[in-house]
Nanobody, 125 residues
């Protein structure tokens, strides 16, 4: 089993920054897991935001956040982060941390088998 716990969400104004964290634990979690952030806005499907390979040497982003967000991890024993800059009202969503037992990042929800409970981000204009 893998447990993922997100933190760092909150209510901010447009242009502000937030950093989300995801702590991973569990006997099945290993350093070879790829990890990602997804988000789900009200009345919308959950979507991929950013992902990072098992060793942190490759990342992927959805186009709408590419110039503003940064995903990072120092190593598997430390939290996964999502630095979000210049937040906009359209970034309002519940953000989820996800992990998959593979080296490679995937952008589809079904490729991830471990999920956190989510942390809410609300951006006002």
């Amino acid at each position: 089993q893998v447990q993922l716990v997100e933190s760092g969400g909150g209510m901010v104004q447009a242009g502000d920054s937030l950093r989300l964290s995801c702590a991973a634990s569990g006997r099945d979690f290993s350093s070879t897991y790829a990890m990602a952030w997804f988000r789900q806005a009200p009345s919308k499907e959950r979507e991929f935001v950013a992902g990072i390979t098992w060793n942190g040497d490759s990342t992927a982003y959805t186009d709408s956040v590419k110039a503003r967000f940064a995903i990072s991890r120092d190593d598997a024993k430390k939290p996964l982060y999502l630095q979000m800059n210049n937040l906009q009202p359209e970034d309002t969503a519940v953000y989820y941390c996800a992990a998959r037992p593979n080296f490679v990042v995937r952008t589809t929800e079904r490729d991830y088998d471990s999920w956190g409970q989510g942390t809410r981000v609300t951006v006002s204009s």
